[in-house]
């Protein structure tokens, strides 16, 4: 018997759990499983529910790791279409079954199949859901707005959050600072000009600043 201080799960910093589930990840993955909740616990070195914990939820926590969620449960429908859409934007056409599996998408394919009877059906519902709404993101002419007529909400949806945060390259506009590098770094998304100034919240008038640069801004608010 060794008589060994076990380490604290509170000593130990978000970064070390991310890596664990990114390397815990790529393990099973070689083996032809897939992360989670349940198959962490065969190969990671903390506990899954420290993490979920840690994290505000284990989905969360594979977000943070930039990770596919494998686990379909608890995904809302509207989570899965904001998903599909950014990976639909991202591509800038129809995205394929097999283009769920890999970033930006948050979720596989399968998740879709299981959740909609199949990816076509998924696909359908999609279109069905968002036939009305237009997203241009390279331009906002004039005929654009005219034809959106009513003015897009302030907050960002988080698919064009992501695109942003994406396109910036997860790094702050403002100092460069990127999360991968400092850790417990926030990035927001950030109105060039101004919501209250009638800035749109569109991705040409969005950036990517950490939480400090865009509180230093004075006029412009977070979001
Ligand atoms: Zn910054």
Redesign the pocket.
């Given at each position: 018997m060794k008589f060994e201080l076990r380490k604290f799960n509170r000593d130990i910093m978000d970064q070390e759990l991310l890596d664990d589930l990114a390397a815990a990840s790529r393990q099973l993955q070689s083996t032809g499983k897939k992360l989670t909740f349940r198959s962490y616990r065969e190969v990671g070195n903390y506990s899954s529910s420290t993490i979920a914990a840690r994290f505000g939820s284990w989905n969360n926590a594979l977000k943070k790791a930039g990770l596919i969620l494998n686990e379909e449960k608890d995904v809302s429908i509207d989570e899965l279409f904001d998903n599909l859409k950014l990976v639909w934007i991202a591509k800038g056409k129809q995205p394929v079954y097999r283009d769920m599996s890999c970033p930006p998408s948050k979720y596989a394919g399968s998740t879709y199949n299981s959740r909609f009877g199949g990816w076509r059906n998924a696909l359908k519902k999609f279109v069905t859901a968002f036939e009305h709404e237009s997203i241009n993101l390279t331009s906002s002419t004039r005929e654009n707005r005219k034809r959106i007529q009513k003015r897009a909400s302030r907050n960002p949806p988080l698919s064009l959050r992501f695109f942003v945060l994406k396109r910036d390259n997860f790094r702050?506009n403002?100092?460069g600072?990127s999360p991968a590098s400092t850790s417990g770094l926030e990035l927001e998304v950030d109105h060039i000009q101004p919501w209250s100034k009638g800035g749109d919240t569109v991705a040409t008038n969005l950036q990517t600043?950490?939480f400090?640069?865009n509180r230093g801004k004075g006029a412009s608010l977070p979001f």
């Open positions: 702050c403002g100092c600072r600043l950490c400090d640069c």
